[in-house]
């Protein structure tokens, strides 16, 4: 919504969220309002007579106003307040971030109920968004059908990873054994079977092209990885597809590059200022 006031002319605007700069000067205060729907922000301009000390850096509020051309630099309109409510207080003397000031990431690990206030994540965030999106978007134009594989299984997906096994807490919901069972020994499972939180989709997707020759999966994966490291995530998402009556693996290599040059495509056209925010914030090696 900022993104989308931030380039409009429309005369009456109404905006809500969180004050990320602020300005108070003798006649008029300027604020910086995000709603985390973009990594700009919408600039505010509040007369004296509306001024609020509960208005500070970290406060959601809510504003009423008249969308103006701005004189200023870095935006083409600001929004002239005419009414202005406080949704939520915050104390800057508290509150963990400072406005205008570079946050580590390490530092932030502290207070993780935060994070999406910073632009590190509410970017990281976004540009997840965007992916997902382009991913389905791709798939969906390319005739593929999405599956929703399980989450509990039974299988290993031919020894992909170590599984993580899945039993409830309380054991007295675990059914009784049957005589039959208890005299061979069957373990006593909520399944009745192992189950297992999934490392692939991959088998079951193989199953349904036996019908549907164009599928995929896009979901939680989980491995039990002996590294604890950043290459080696105890969870994560996967993109998986399966296709019937191909020819040959250039067929396959077609998908696979055309699915990640259309995402890309995707992200520069939707998500552009928080990708060039990680450039220059996060990985400047990899904008070439």
Not at 137 to 152: G, M, V
Not at 197 to 216: K, M
Request: hydrophobic share 35%; proline share 4%; aromatic share 10%.
């Amino acid at each position: 919504f900022v993104f989308q006031c931030s380039k409009s002319n429309q005369s009456r605007q109404q905006l809500h969220g969180w004050v990320k700069t602020l300005q108070v000067h003798k006649n008029v205060t300027f604020i910086k309002v995000n709603d985390g729907s973009s990594l700009s922000s919408l600039q505010v301009i509040i007369p004296s007579e509306l001024n609020n000390n509960e208005i500070t850096f970290g406060s959601s509020v809510s504003v009423e106003g008249k969308m103006i051309e701005s004189s200023g630099q870095g935006q083409d309109y600001e929004l002239l307040a005419e009414k202005i409510s406080v949704c939520g207080t915050c104390n800057p003397e508290e509150f963990p971030f400072q406005s205008r000031s570079k946050i580590p990431v390490e530092y932030v690990r502290d207070y993780l109920h935060l994070r999406p206030r910073t632009n590190f994540f509410s970017s990281l965030l976004r540009l997840r968004n965007a992916t997902t999106n382009a991913i389905h978007k791709y798939f969906q134009e390319n005739d593929f059908l999405f599956i929703h594989t399980p989450i509990l299984t039974s299988n290993d997906c031919e020894g992909g990873g170590e599984v993580f096994s899945v039993e409830p807490h309380n054991k007295d919901l675990i059914p009784e054994l049957s005589d039959s069972e208890e005299e061979n020994k069957t373990p006593k499972l909520f399944f009745r079977n192992p189950a297992n939180l999934t490392v692939s989709g991959q088998l079951h997707l193989e199953i349904i092209t036996g019908a549907i020759s164009r599928c995929y999966n896009f979901g939680p994966t989980f491995r039990a990885d002996m590294s604890v490291d950043r290459t080696h995530l105890a969870e994560f998402y996967m993109v998986e597809a399966e296709m019937a009556f191909t020819k040959s693996l250039e067929d396959v290599l077609e998908v696979i590059e055309s699915l990640v040059k259309f995402t890309i495509r995707e992200l520069q056209n939707t998500c552009d200022d928080d990708l060039q925010f990680y450039y220059k914030y996060v990985a400047p090696k990899d904008q070439q």
